[in-house]
């Protein structure tokens, strides 16, 4: 009986027909009340007890595998010469959806192109550092609370390897390996040890920049960023200066921008201050430039650096840092722009 199955399974595999009444033909043939198929259920009563069981699946597989191949002969004819292929050519494609840039990317981009046009050129550096590069070249004093445990992610292992917590480590790099005149920016990724809320992140990104040669002082630093603010948020923007510290410069500043959302009257953005603060900026510390091996008689220098996040933030009015390492794509598809 088995084997009987199996020869007839064989022979509606190989079953063709070249018109709609082969179709029906076939169709009488095997499935039909009094079809071949049909049949083997009567032969069914003589199967011996035991083996009525296997012998039944068998005969039930074979009906739907017959079933299956007498509707696919006839679909062939019924819906046409199209169908006939198995695809409808004429049908519309789908669109496929392009990507747009990350929010991230698109500032960073354009912060790149302000000052390539400024003649700085992209230098970039490892994320997983060494002490020497992100404090001890910079002038940190080996006490300094940013070494703390709580701002920096060191290796259990080797108190000498660490997450970078700022691309000023990049400037340590290149002067390394460079003599002036140098002038480049380091877009990157920095990780500080800290609590993640809406306005501070343990991830983020930064954008440093680097210009030493002989004669550079605070002016041309100064005029440098003032191009850079009145390009990325406008002409009428304003800038200014506020005395700060950082090991790696002397003297050092935080520089503000006039607000660009209320135009410098006063909202809650700027918090009714009309400025908003965006980098960290000053003169090379001659004590970093000997570390580089660069002479501080012949040469100085200016630094600074600002988080790309922040600045993301102001410029498209977002509210929590988080949205940026969400992926989530009704908040990536909003942002398009020719960088
Ligand atoms: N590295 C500083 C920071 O992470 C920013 C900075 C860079 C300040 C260069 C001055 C000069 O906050």
Not at 119 to 148: M, Y
Not at 187 to 215: K, M, T, W
Not at 225 to 246: A, D, V, W
Not at 315 to 339: C, M, T, W
Request: glycine share 6%.
């Amino acid at each position: 009986m088995l084997e009987k199955i199996e020869q007839l399974k064989r022979e509606i595999e190989a079953l063709t027909a070249s018109t709609k009444e082969e179709v029906e033909e076939l169709r009488i043939k095997y499935i039909s009340k009094k079809g071949l198929v049909s049949q083997l259920f009567a032969d069914f009563k003589n199967v011996p007890a035991d083996r009525k069981k296997a012998v039944g699946q068998s005969i039930n597989v074979l009906k739907n595998f017959a079933l299956d191949k007498i509707n696919s002969l006839k679909d062939t004819f019924e819906n046409g010469e199209q169908k006939k292929s198995g695809q409808d050519l004429t049908m519309p494609g789908e669109p496929m959806r392009l990507g747009t840039r990350h929010p991230l990317s698109i500032v960073r981009n354009e912060i790149v192109d302000i000052f390539a046009r400024l003649g700085f050129t992209v230098a970039e550096g490892p994320e997983i550092e060494d002490d020497w590069h992100v404090f001890s070249a910079l002038n940190f004093p080996p006490e300094h609370p940013a070494r703390d445990m709580q701002d920096t992610f060191f290796i259990q292992k080797d108190p000498d390897v660490l997450l970078r917590t700022h691309t000023s480590s990049v400037q340590a790099r290149v002067m390394e390996k460079t003599q002036p005149p140098i002038r480049a920016i380091f877009p990157g990724r920095v990780f500080r040890n800290e609590a993640i809320s809406a306005r501070s992140h343990c991830i983020f990104h930064q954008i440093e920049g680097l210009y030493v040669d002989e004669n550079v002082s605070f002016a041309d630093l100064k005029q440098t960023l003032l191009y850079f603010s009145r390009e990325l948020f406008g002409e009428t923007t304003e800038i200014r200066l506020r005395p700060s510290y950082f090991p790696f410069t002397e003297p050092s500043a935080e520089m503000d921008v006039s607000c660009s959302i209320c135009g410098g009257k006063g909202c809650n953005v700027c918090k009714y201050t009309g400025w908003l603060e965006i980098l960290g900026c000053g003169m090379v510390d001659p004590n970093v430039l000997e570390s580089c091996n660069i002479d501080s008689k012949k040469y100085t220098g200016f630094a600074f650096g600002m988080g790309i996040e922040r600045i993301t933030m102001l410029k498209y009015g977002i509210k929590d840092i988080r949205h940026f390492f969400e992926n989530d794509v009704r908040f990536l598809r909003q942002f398009d722009s020719a960088y």
